[in-house]
């Protein structure tokens, strides 16, 4: 029985089965193959093989799209959900009357993201330009799912050190966190004077900051939407959007060379219409032509140096070609940006690994639970990559991983 063999199968039974029935059924398969190579002693090929039986899963799961937010169960124009928390101060207190006439700054944070002590910070210094009393900050803790006498002293601590006068809360057991759907810490959202949410963003990049600082002038009406630079989509020129379109379309239904010739007609109709690159660039890196791949992203960088995707892409393709040391670097310089991004974390680890560095490989790797969940389609690609390196334990690991996200961002 070799590995083509068994894809095959895979995919014909692909075909007769739902989503959730599939994976049950091919993970069932997966341990019954197990079983029948360790009795005819062919057992060191399974790693191999489950890899591969991975792959496909996980491609067919990832067909199902996905829509990132701040907190899935917030509605920007709704009141968030309602809360009693207890805060460090010892009192109860609820959301209701937290928030009934006054704008509000609700943050999610902890102690460990070093990302929540500047958002404390700044929303400290915000409130002190604004003048006190402008607005409220309601910091609500999400240290740990049991919260511990050394972490209220940690909490404390933080606070005394940011200059924050928020009233903090702990939400011991993460109920709260959970009731919101929060996705990353720290994040935040803005809550006007009605009670509705007028705003959210997960984690606190560098080059976001100035979004919070204007979605709280515009919830006190000291600016208003037209004062505010919106930096508008881009408008594609000489019909490039269409050709786009079309060549998503084509990719889309697997008809990639067609696609290409459309992608690359939307470019030549506009070289500044940078998503016909960047899916230029998935479709050259799916088919090994790396310099190729390199040379899209690299000019959607260069377009727009704040395209993080561009960004990872760029990384992820100087890690597949094997530079090791430069995709340490581009990978760090990520995660210095964007130091709550799971994605970037984890292909430092990799590059980290690639290079013999095991200490420095196990510490990043150990981080990236606390981070901002990547999607299932980075842990899919850097399953490729630990799968290019020879490394299938690591493949293995990543593609379960991308088959466990693909399945939470279904349910969504």
Sequence with gaps: MNEKYILTIALKVSSFFTLKTLTFTLWVIIYIIAFIMK???????FRRVLAAIT???VALVLATPTIPAAFKKVAIGEPPPPFTLRGIDGGDHSSGDLLAGKVTVVLFWATWSPRSLETLEDLASLSESLGPGSF?????NAEHPEITRGDMEKIKAAVKDAGSQALVLVDDGLTVFSDYGTMALPSMLVVDKRGKVTFAMAGYPTTMRSDLTEAVKLALGLVTEKEIEVVEEYVPKNHALMYYNMGKRLYQKGQEEKAEAQLLQSV??????IRPRLLLGVYYKKTGRGEEALKEFEK???LDPRDKEAGYQVAAVTLRSERFSEAELLFQELLEEYPEREEFA???????KYQGHEGEYRKVRDRTADLYPAEARYYYDLGGVAEAADDLSEAVVLYRGALEKAFEESRR
Aim: glycine share 4%; charged share 25%; proline share 3%.
């Design 39 to 45: 009795r005819n002693n062919i057992f060191r090929h």
């Design 55 to 57: 792959f496909v899963l």
């Design 136 to 140: 409220q900050t309601v910091a609500i």
């Design 268 to 273: 030549e109709r506009d070289p500044d219409f």
């Design 300 to 302: 959607v960088k260069e």
């Design 346 to 352: 984890l292909g430092l680890a990799l590059a980290h």
